[in-house]
């Protein structure tokens, strides 16, 4: 079956440390992957997405950085993470033709 | 540019009311337009889709057309219940491009 995992959970960091967040899709091949963020009270934000392997798509330029080493494997980083940074972390991805994202179960992180 | 907007919320309704929450867009060309449900502390779930002009989508109650003429997709639900309480999100995805827009969201709440 086809299922999207995403980790950690939750997370807090201090201001200046680095993140690492990743998500994995199992059951399918060269999918679309999508980073979003959501901040407190706010929609949600398109961070990056890629197509493939090393392809990715920033949509906004932020202190953020994001990676595909593998093709079902999509990192979010940071090399030092400002309070502004905190919210709730969702990748998604898109299954079949049908439209529509599927979305890992987040990170929420909060940045002290 | 392609847009979605959302009533602003919170929804407050008691238990068995009719529920409508109004999402309207902007887009180019044909979009598909998608209803997306959060529930506290998790990701998003797709809760229903549409994707082309006078479609109804339909899951668990809840129900939207998609109105080419009044550019509208309006989500209904003729008896919500409290567990019905969470985030609900409006969003398209534009004409060849597999990138969602999403709304605000409308927080909705509803009381025993």
């Known amino acids: 079956s086809q299922t999207i995992h995403q980790w950690p959970a939750t997370l807090v960091q201090p201001v200046g440390s680095p993140l690492s967040l990743e998500c994995t899709v199992e059951?399918?091949?060269?999918?679309?992957l999508y980073w979003y963020r959501q901040a407190a009270g706010r929609g949600l934000q398109l961070l990056f997405y890629?197509?493939?392997?090393?392809?990715i798509s920033s949509e906004v330029p932020q202190n953020l950085s994001a990676s595909r080493p593998q093709d079902r494997q999509f990192i979010l980083s940071s090399k030092k993470l400002l309070l502004s940074d905190s919210g709730f972390y969702l990748c998604?991805?898109?299954?079949?033709?049908?439209?529509?994202?599927?979305f890992g179960s987040g990170t929420r992180l909060t940045v002290v | 540019g392609n847009s979605v907007t959302q009533m602003e919320g919170p929804v407050t309704l008691s238990e068995e009311a009719f529920l409508t929450i109004n999402c309207t867009y902007t887009?180019?060309?044909?979009?598909?337009l998608f209803w997306y449900v959060q529930y506290p502390g998790e990701g998003l779930q797709l809760l229903l889709k549409?994707?082309?002009?006078?479609d109804k989508g339909s899951n668990k109650g809840f129900e939207a057309t998609y109105r080419k003429e009044t550019t509208s997709f309006h989500l209904e639900k003729g008896s919500v219940q409290v567990s019905d309480s969470a985030v609900y999100f409006c969003?398209?995805?534009?004409?060849?491009?597999?990138?969602?827009?999403f709304g605000t969201g409308t927080r909705l709440l509803v009381s025993p």
């Open positions: 887009a180019t060309g044909y979009p598909s």
């Open positions: 549409a994707t082309k002009a006078d």
């Open positions: 059951g399918t091949s060269n999918p679309n």
């Open positions: 998604a991805w898109i299954p079949g033709t049908a439209g529509g994202y599927t």
């Open positions: 969003a398209l995805s534009p004409t060849g491009f597999q990138k969602l827009v």
């Open positions: 890629s197509v493939g392997i090393g392809q």
